[in-house]
């Protein structure tokens, strides 16, 4: 199924996507995404009862309404860098001998197409259209990639929103060039791994104003999916909802010669295939 949730934001009303126009409320049927949910896996209790409101054409269309992040926010967002070896090249890094990992605040998490707002004193916000990884059941000493695949929810279309001279010339961790408001765009759907079961070769893109900066396929990445929660399982617990950011191809705005990075008024238009198409607009920081 493709999961949706629906409402302003701290409001937002679970959902499943009919198509890209029309869903189904299902806010009588479950509280929200979140650890109970996924954890359970109550997406496959459900299915016979969506079923059953999308033949009866019982739903709603999506225009005109705020589409938030597909599950509530997560214990942890953790992120994977330089995992495709385009990307590494162009940063001038070699392709690490093991998965880079970094964490992300959870409460950069937004919608689909929320304004991404730029944050205060940035000179180099950039973007990076991602897979994301949603966890299904708590993974702690996986014994094996392939045990990895049933702790796995889904699967979502993010754009790991980062701010280059935080992350690269303020000394210390990358995490304070990636966790600042808003640097966590996720949606439109998030699409349980019983629909979308190989994500070995799925075509992504990213635009900035209308112009082609991102555009190639997850059969790039060095470290797949069911390796990656596998991996950060022998170092840390992963929880059902945690998100996991797998990597960016090449053509962010670091690597562009110039760098090239997001102005106020900027509007990003990322997809992934088989997880939607999301538009953010960058806007810069005014306090309240």
Not at 10 to 37: C, H, M, Q, W
Not at 168 to 185: A, D, I, V
């Amino acid at each position: 199924m493709k999961l949706m949730r629906i409402g302003q934001p701290g409001k937002e009303r679970p959902a499943v996507a009919v198509d890209d126009e029309n869903y189904v409320d299902i806010s009588d049927l479950v509280s929200d995404f979140d650890t109970d949910f996924f954890q359970n896996e109550k997406w496959l209790d459900i299915k016979t009862e969506v079923a059953n409101r999308v033949a009866a054409r019982n739903f709603s269309q999506v225009a005109g309404k705020r589409i938030g992040a597909p599950f509530a926010r997560p214990h942890q967002i953790i992120c994977i860098g330089l995992n495709y070896a385009d990307h590494a090249k162009e940063s001038g890094a070699e392709v690490p001998p093991e998965p880079i990992i970094f964490t992300k605040a959870p409460n950069t998490l937004i919608g689909p197409d929320d304004d991404v707002i730029i944050p205060k004193d940035s000179v180099k916000c950039d973007w990076e259209v991602e897979l994301g990884i949603v966890i299904g059941k708590q993974a702690k000493y996986l014994a094996s990639p392939a045990e990895a695949e049933a702790h796995i929810a889904g699967y979502v279309l993010c754009n790991d929103v980062s701010e280059r001279e935080f992350q690269l010339e303020r000394q210390g961790q990358w995490s304070k060039g990636k966790s600042c408001e808003t640097f966590n765009p996720a949606g439109p759907w998030l699409v349980t791994r019983d629909e979308l079961s190989d994500v070995s070769d799925l075509k992504m893109s990213l635009n900035v104003n209308g112009q082609v900066r991102q555009n190639s396929t997850t059969a790039q990445m060095v470290f797949k999916p069911d390796f990656l929660v596998y991996y950060l399982s022998q170092f840390m617990v992963l929880e059902p909802g945690d998100l996991i950011n797998t990597g960016t191809p090449p053509g962010v705005g670091l690597g562009l010669k110039p760098p090239v990075f997001l102005q106020d008024g900027d509007l990003m238009e990322l997809a992934i295939e088989g997880l939607g198409r999301q538009a953010q607009r960058a806007v810069a920081y005014r306090a309240n």
